[in-house]
């Protein structure tokens, strides 16, 4: 097992729980509360993403993200209906197929070079398959950031939700790491969001310094509340003390406190990509824009490192690794680590 007094590299979701996170959930631990969201947590949460997405937001908060992503899409689905995703999504990938299990609706993973679909990649799957032997697509799913950890310009979200809803299509984004993405693109959440033509959104939590919890947000006309409080109860995410989950993102969204966090996060990575860059052996594979770092290196060096530091191996075939870096990490965190993975890579460690 890895030295516990070294900074894991895996995930943000391997950060502690943010001080002022903890001290909102010791704040609402006091006295009885009204459950299922029935509470003044909840409704002063509402109110803090309505600020950031409008009035007319949908808000249902989840214990998780693959909760959230089978909760919106089962919303909005009818079982013969499909989900267009890149090969590399979380929803494809990670969730061991919990919205197909749930939902009876099939996800049909389209291969893209970065992570990303455009609407190239997406009109071969609108143009056969039309009748009763094949799955009828409903809504293209997308990840900002993605999961190889590139951004969507507004301009192609814009050009993607367009061409959508041209075709019918909704557009559902999973934005576990949506904090990272606008303030790597220098942009509030409207703007990158609801602004950009998006449907739904996954407004992530647990990956920028909370405990546990995601919101469901639900934009413009998309039918969402006949389906969504009894989708959201059927799968099991409806929390009976749901305070604690609201009063995380009451906080997160405050003060600017969720720029706070992604910011940080992002600067982390970029100081590990300039500490990285400049050792032998180590080949960026991929741009840094938020805060993952992918690069190739030797097997050896990789098995030495990881002795010391806990990340994984993004793609074993080459192999190529992915190093996360969140609110927590510190300077020294990043200096410490690019001197193992030096040392490693020269043999030395």
């Known amino acids: 097992m890895n030295d516990a007094a070294n900074r894991s590299f895996g995930s943000d979701n391997n950060a502690p729980v943010a001080p002022e996170i903890v ?12 459950g299922y969201g ?3 947590w909840t409704e002063r949460a509402v109110a ?11 808000v249902y908060f989840t214990f998780n993200g693959t909760g959230a992503n089978v909760a919106s ?7 013969w209906e499909a989900v267009l995703a890149p ?9 061991c197929g919990a919205l197909e299990r749930f939902s009876g609706s099939k996800v049909i993973p389209i291969q893209t070079a970065d992570g990303k679909l455009r609407p190239s990649d997406i009109e071969p799957f609108l143009l056969a398959g039309h009748d009763v032997h094949f799955p009828q697509p409903r809504v293209v799913s997308i990840s900002q950031a993605t999961e190889l950890g590139g951004l969507y310009e507004v301009a192609e979200l814009r050009e993607l939700c367009e061409f959508a809803h041209r075709n019918a299509l909704l557009v559902q984004m999973d934005g576990a790491r949506i904090a990272n993405a606008a303030v790597a693109l220098a942009l509030p959440l409207r703007a990158v969001t609801v602004d950009a033509g998006v449907d739904m959104l996954t407004l992530g939590g647990t990956k920028n310094g909370l405990m546990f919890g995601e919101a469901i947000c639900f934009f413009g006309n998309v039918a969402h509340e006949r389906a969504a409080p009894y989708v959201r109860k059927q ?25 706070r966090y992604a910011a940080h996060a992002n600067t982390m990575a970029t100081r590990l990509l300039e500490r990285v860059r400049l050792i032998a052996g180590v080949r960026v594979t991929r741009p840094v824009r938020c805060n993952a770092v992918f690069a190739t290196l030797d097997r ?22 992915r190093w996360m870096t969140h609110w927590a990490t510190t300077a020294a965190d990043v200096d410490d680590f690019a001197r193992c993975i030096a040392a490693a890579t020269a043999g030395d460690a």
């Not at 001290?23 to 009204?34: C, F, T, W, Y």
């Not at 030495?304 to 806990?310: A, P, T, V």
């Open 235 to 259: 799968s099991m995410q409806l929390a009976p003390k749901m305070r604690f989950i609201a009063a995380q993102f009451e906080a997160l969204l405050s003060d600017g406190l969720w720029e």
């Open 300 to 321: 050896r060096a990789i098995e030495r490192i990881q002795e010391k530091f806990f990340f994984y191996v993004f793609d074993a075939a080459l192999p190529e690794v």
């Open 48 to 58: 803090c993403i309505r600020q950031h997405f409008g009035d007319a937001t949908g």
């Open 23 to 34: 001290e909102a959930l010791l704040a609402a631990n006091a006295g009885d509360a009204v």
């Open 87 to 95: 090969a590399s999504a979380h929803l494809q990938t990670d969730e």
């Open 38 to 40: 029935e509470d003044a």
């Open 73 to 79: 899409l089962s919303s909005v689905l009818q079982p």
